[in-house]
């Protein structure tokens, strides 16, 4: 496989993603975290924002896309590999005191005893759920090694900079040695897993 040009529409498109993660990273931190620090928001608050982000890029991913009902199926299906994936994922590392995550409206919890409770915030899943779904859609429908690798890149980079912004919030908590370096290479780990789901199973 080698690296090949990126047409001007994959530039574009790569780069509007770029610029929804730092306008909405800006927005948590420049003008949520105050609010939620002061007291006028509640703690949870941007659970909802990420939520709804990721609603309204599946949304308009399908507003550009247009899919055919096959393809938002096969979209669909990669989301909810990568829920269920994220689910299981996300609770060993509680259940291993690397991390877990808190001030959720719903917790959705394992009966597993461990030091902090085993439990996925509702609104990491439909973060997941409709993110996913929106990323199977904007990614091109035939394999681009470039494309990959930059996607993979910022989706990771993006990732890890947004644990670091939920931590702020005291949404998560690292724990022993896990840091936002291990953060950033599990999000590359998963991500490379996601793309051979979504080009060499899903197709």
């Keep these: 496989m080698k690296l090949e040009k990126l047409s001007a529409t994959e530039r574009l498109k790569l780069l509007k993603l770029l610029g929804l993660f730092v306008l909405l990273g800006a927005f948590l931190m420049l003008a949520l975290l105050p609010l939620v620090s002061a007291g ?88 997941i759920l409709f993110g996913g779904a929106a990323w199977a859609l904007y990614v091109p429908q035939d394999f681009k090694l470039t494309y990959s690798v930059l996607d993979l890149l910022l989706i990771a980079t993006f990732g890890a900079i947004g644990e670091y912004i939920l931590i702020q919030f005291g949404l998560m908590h690292y724990l022993q040695w896990w840091t936002s370096l291990y953060a950033f290479l599990s999000y590359v780990a998963t991500w490379i897993l996601l793309h051979l789901v979504k080009y060499r199973i899903v197709g």
């Design 40 to 127: 006028p928001l509640p703690i949870w608050t941007p659970w909802f924002v990420l939520s709804a982000g990721a609603i309204v890029w599946f949304v308009i991913e399908l507003f550009v896309e247009k899919p055919t009902g096959t393809r938002l199926k096969k979209a669909l299906v990669v989301a909810i590999f990568l829920v269920v994936f994220d689910f299981i994922f996300e609770n060993s590392g509680t259940i291993f005191n690397l991390w877990y995550s808190s001030n959720s409206l719903v917790p959705v919890c394992m009966p597993i005893e461990s030091i902090h409770p085993a439990c996925v915030p509702i609104e990491v899943m439909l973060v």
